[in-house]
């Protein structure tokens, strides 16, 4: 059964700072695509950045980039220069077989 | 703009109560997805639909079902209300299939069973 996890309930990072996302996942298709969700406090869910499973290259989208590594099957979502309004709750997803599921979600808080 | 409605944003029902709740896109989009979202448990999936009238069970489909009759709308029905039921409920679109189709997402809509 497929399935995403994120381990860090919580985070703290210092504004300007980069910050490291945990994700891993576990799926037996071969073929699928991973993204990263940002939800700040007025509850919307905001997409940030999409990987394929056959992507050869890291997805980036301005200061966010995606260190995916398959052999591990990790997804992590580096945020590079954090500022205040990055602070949010950040969801890992995947899809395959039509399903989207996502993880437990990680509190990111930036301190200034 | 892409949209995607749910028709309340904060609902309270009793008991034992049917529910409904309605979701409606305005992208022409295949897939529909009903989440319910708790604190620690993240987004987890109760139904999605791939087309007109298909459905699939998500990972807690029990006490729910669901219907899609038009391609833009998509309802997600608690039987028979419970408590353990109270919760945010989060619809979503995305295009067919495309592992790259990114979803979007409604409002939220906020249920309190008393």
């Known amino acids: 059964a497929q399935k995403i996890t994120q381990t860090q309930p919580g985070m703290f990072v210092q504004e300007k700072e980069a910050v490291t996302l945990d994700c891993t996942y576990d799926?037996?298709?071969?073929?699928?695509?991973l993204f990263w969700y940002k939800q700040p406090s007025s509850g919307e869910m905001i997409f940030l950045i999409y990987?394929?499973?056959?992507?050869?290259q890291n997805a980036t989208e301005g200061r966010y980039s995606l260190n995916f590594q398959k052999a591990r099957k990790s997804a992590n979502l580096v945020i590079s220069a954090s500022q205040l309004g990055d602070s949010a709750m950040y969801f890992c997803?995947?899809?395959?077989?039509?399903?989207?599921?996502f993880g437990q979600g990680t509190e990111l808080s930036v301190k200034p | 703009d892409v949209k995607v409605t749910q028709s309340s944003r904060y609902l309270v029902k009793r008991t034992g109560e049917k529910v409904f709740l309605e979701c409606v896109q305005d992208?022409?989009?295949?897939?529909m997805f009903w989440y319910r979202q708790d604190p620690g448990l993240g987004l987890r999936l109760i139904y999605f639909?791939?087309?007109?009238?298909?459905?699939e069970k998500g990972d807690i489909p029990e006490g729910y079902s669901v219907s899609r009759e038009k391609k833009e709308r998509f309802s997600l029905i608690l039987e028979s209300a419970s408590t353990n039921q109270t919760s945010m409920y989060l619809c979503?679109?995305?295009?067919?299939?495309?592992?790259?189709?990114?979803?979007?997402f409604g409002q939220g809509t906020r249920l309190t069973v008393v």
């Open positions: 979503a679109s995305s295009m067919t299939g495309e592992f790259g189709s990114e979803a979007f």
């Open positions: 799926t037996s298709d071969p073929s699928y695509g």
């Open positions: 990987q394929g499973s056959y992507d050869q």
């Open positions: 997803a995947m899809r395959d077989e039509g399903k989207l599921i």
């Open positions: 992208m022409d989009h295949e897939n």
């Open positions: 639909s791939y087309d007109v009238k298909m459905k």
